[in-house]
């Protein structure tokens, strides 16, 4: 087998199979010790190879409100759900912390309406949203693609539909494979 980092041999005889690792719930992904360190991050291992993530996988998230709500609306293509599940984010502007990419500089925030059916799989959504925001993945500070603002509070890589209407060149409903595309982007982050 070869390391997939360094592209060596793990079993070269040359090596001590003690700076050899399987990662547990991979499926025969070996590595040096020394190579696996690096993708060490703050608590939480990812495999290069998988994406499996080992330990709790957390954010530089600044601080904001999540708040949620159930309207009667129903959204396009969820006929039978209860309604909708309105989540309302909010982050005021402030100092960037030692975490985020430019420490000591102000950072402006953002207010964002989103939108789950009320049915099991979008509660169930909106369950592995809860823990993304408590673990602080959910937004991030960065560059905004929309706005050209820099130093901005932005999405992180979790998409939300912010629109109930339109489809999904609009943010919006009917969009039958979004539910299960979001529960994939959560599962990549460590969320299950």
Same mark, same amino acid.
């Given at each position: ?73 129903? !959204? ?5 759900? %209860?309604?909708?599940?309105? $989540?309302?984010?909010?982050? #005021?502007? /402030? +100092? ?32 592995? !949203? ?5 673990? %602080?993945?959910?937004?991030? $500070?960065?560059?905004?693609? #929309?706005? /050209? +603002? ?43």
């Amino acid at each position: 087998d070869t390391c997939p980092i360094c592209m060596c041999d793990c079993f070269d005889n040359s090596i001590n199979q003690d700076e050899v690792v399987l990662l547990s719930s991979c499926i025969g992904h070996f590595f040096h010790v020394n190579c696996i360190t690096f993708c060490y991050n703050s608590g939480f291992l990812t495999c290069p190879i998988c994406n499996k993530t080992y330990g709790t996988r957390t954010g530089t998230m600044p601080p904001g409100t999540m708040t949620v709500k159930n309207t009667s609306d129903k !959204l396009e293509g969820y006929p039978s759900s %209860k309604g909708t599940i309105e $989540i309302k984010y909010h982050f #005021a502007g /402030g +100092k960037q912390g030692p975490d985020h990419p430019h420490p000591g500089q102000t950072y402006t925030g953002t207010a964002r309406t989103c939108y789950l059916p009320d049915c099991p799989d979008g509660r169930e959504v909106l369950r592995l !949203l809860q823990i993304s925001w408590d673990r %602080k993945l959910s937004f991030r $500070i960065g560059d905004s693609v #929309a706005t /050209g +603002k820099t130093d901005t509070v932005v999405w992180n890589g979790i998409h939300h539909k912010t629109n109930k209407t339109g489809g999904p060149t609009r943010y919006g409903y009917p969009d039958p494979g979004y539910l299960k595309r979001v529960t994939q982007e959560l599962k990549d982050k460590g969320v299950e």
